[in-house]
Every structure is written in C-alpha cells, then in structure tokens.
C-alpha cells in the first residue's frame, strides 16, 4: 500500500510505503504525483517513506523505474526514508532510481525532518548526515559505449 503523506506541499511530493509494494500501488500513486508535478511547473523534491515496506514484486520495480523515467527532468531531489541499512537499501535504490537526474540521499526513519528539508530546501540542512545513494547526474550520463569509435 501506498499512501501521499500530508506534510505534501510545494516543492515536495512524500509518500510511505506499507507492506510488499505491487504494481497495483505504483498504479495508485501514480496520478497524485501528476498532478502533483502538473500543478507545480517547477522540479520537485520526492520523499519515499520505505520504514513499513516489506520488499517489492520484480513488476512493481520495473514500473517504479518506468515512472522516475518519464518525470526524471521534473524531480530534482530525492530522499528515501528507512531504517533498514543504508548500503543495502542504497543497492536497492539504484536499480530503481539510478536513472534520475536527481541527487538521492538516504535518511533514517529518526530524520525525516532532515529528509523534508532536504526535498524541499534543494539541499540538507545544518547537522543532517549526508548518505548519498545516486550523485544527482543519472547512472549513465558519462557512460561512453565502447564500440561508437569503430
């Protein structure tokens, strides 16, 4: 289940995660975040609340990333929200989020303050740890295929 957090205003989108995520639920948030992005005109900040998620089917992430794809130039910042370990989640994360142009730092569910100033300030605040999953530049933006010189 995904449900909008109501801390959601201008410049930030948030949303938790509860239990296994589905398609279903990609599905069902989906046209908050549009509308969302539509009123906005502007790059917003995305905050994930993954603390309740309990894994996620392999379509579900497929339509994760299909979704950050086609509004990649629209989200600036991401935060993601959990308790579980931040390297692991980071690998986790990547798969999904790797392709977003938008710099993803990691918070503890303790620094959800944090993680809403960051989305919604365009940087961390004073005194926030910096846990960088994805550098902000999109996983291939230097990438050079090896054959293109032949």
Do not use: C
């Amino acid at each position: 289940m995904i449900e909008k957090l109501p801390e959601s205003r201008t410049p930030a989108f948030g949303f938790r995660v509860s239990g296994q995520l589905t398609p279903e639920d990609i599905a069902a948030i989906a046209p908050a975040i549009e509308s969302f992005l539509a009123e906005t005109k502007q790059p917003i900040g995305l905050l994930a609340d993954l603390s309740a998620m309990h894994g996620a089917t392999w379509a579900a992430r497929f339509d994760e990333m299909r979704f950050l794809h086609r509004h990649t130039d629209r989200i600036a910042r991401f935060a993601v929200v959990s308790n579980d370990d931040w390297q692991q989640l980071g690998e986790m994360v990547v798969a999904t989020a790797g392709g977003l142009q938008a710099q993803t730092l990691y918070f503890q569910r303790s620094e959800l303050s944090h993680a809403w100033h960051y989305v919604r300030m365009k940087k961390p605040d004073d005194g926030a740890p910096i846990r960088v999953i994805t550098p902000g530049r999109g996983l291939f933006s230097d990438y050079t295929p090896e054959y293109m010189g032949v």
